[in-house]
């Protein structure tokens, strides 16, 4: 990647830069199904979006890989391409080695834990201020 006109693209495409965080973010494969149910949107809003992004990241540096029943990864192949991402996006290292899932996944299972009565997930995602659906959060308590 030698400039950042591909991540400009993204930064006036909302869905798309979701989809690419989150495969950035994300070590493993992600399903277009798991995929549909972070952003929101169809399976099949997900394959073309990955194929978009295919598109605009045909390079040596940035790709997605995919493989059936596993899904869909993005591979970053050095440092330097990594680096420019994080910096593009601002993306900084966590200052605890607790990350945010994990915070969230704790708060999940205590506030179970403390409750007498069925507690519903919208009441979760206020009280710790998130728009989003918990299901990989709520996964990881199962």
Known sequence: MKNTDELRILADEPRLQSLFLLLFRHDGYFTSMQLAEE?????????SDV????????TE???IT?????????????KETENKIK??????????????????VRYII???LS???AVKEEDIQTEIAVSYSLNREMQEVK
């Not at 194929?51 to 045909?58: T, W």
């Not at 995919?66 to 050095?78: D, I, R, T």
Request: aromatic share 14%; net charge positive.
């Open 39 to 47: 952003l929101g949107v169809t399976s099949r809003t997900i394959k």
């Open 51 to 58: 194929l978009l992004l295919k598109q605009i990241f045909y």
């Open 61 to 63: 540096e940035v790709f």
């Open 66 to 78: 995919s493989k059936p029943s596993k899904g869909y990864q993005l591979e970053v192949m050095n």
């Open 87 to 104: 910096q593009f996006f601002q993306i900084y290292p966590s200052i605890s080695s607790e990350s945010e899932f994990d915070h969230r």
């Open 110 to 112: 205590r506030r179970l």
């Open 115 to 117: 409750s007498e009565e």
